[in-house]
């Protein structure tokens, strides 16, 4: 998985005088709405961070790479408590509300924000897709329809799996791809 770079640019810190004591605040969306919150925020010049990751999922059979929130839900917002004019947040697509322990906003400390920024990349575990053990068909190539066991991925696109051939449990080598799930 990988930060993406559209929304890294998208969200870059414009600094100005007043941002001195600006703060990181959370907003919460409506379901499904973050990226929606997040541009239309950032539209009306707000300092918005919504981190994002590239993620290979199964789409009708197939591997395709697809943009999901770091966090369902919630992005961050800076504001100075005395310059910034709130009274919009609230009023924008895709926004349920602003994150409050009774009437104080939730502020978010700036070394979290930097330290989510600072990490160009993120890990995805083969648990994702297949389980060691589990049960697969293989659906393109030479083994087509065969049934093979998931042992672990090698890399982010080829696994190792387990096929019975002649009799002999053999490892193969094959895209991730041409996988299914039994």
């Known amino acids: 998985m990988e930060l993406s770079n559209t929304e890294q640019n998208a969200t870059e810190p414009c600094h100005r005088e007043e941002d001195a004591h600006a703060s990181w605040y959370v907003i919460q969306c409506k379901g499904s709405e973050s990226f929606r919150a997040a541009e239309h925020l950032t539209n009306q010049g707000y300092e918005v961070f919504h981190p994002v990751l590239d993620?290979?999922?199964?789409?009708?059979?197939?591997?395709?790479?697809?943009?999901?929130?770091?966090?369902?839900?919630?992005?961050?917002?800076?504001?100075?408590?005395?310059?910034?004019?709130?009274?919009?947040?609230?009023?924008?697509?895709?926004?349920?509300?602003?994150?409050?322990?009774?009437?104080?906003?939730?502020s978010v400390p700036s070394a979290l924000v930097e330290a989510l920024r600072a990490q160009p990349h993120r890990q995805e575990g083969s648990h994702t897709y297949f389980c060691a053990g589990e049960k697969v068909t293989i659906t393109e190539g030479p083994f087509k329809d065969l049934e093979a066991i998931f042992e672990h991925s090698k890399g982010e696109e080829r696994a190792i799996v387990l096929l019975n051939v002649l009799q002999r449990p053999q490892h193969l080598n094959v895209p991730l791809d041409q996988l299914r799930k039994l």
């Open 55 to 106: 993620v290979k999922r199964r789409r009708q059979g197939k591997l395709a790479t697809v943009t999901e929130p770091l966090f369902p839900y919630y992005l961050f917002i800076r504001l100075d408590q005395v310059v910034s004019n709130w009274r919009p947040i609230r009023s924008t697509r895709g926004v349920l509300r602003l994150l409050t322990f009774g009437n104080t906003p939730v």
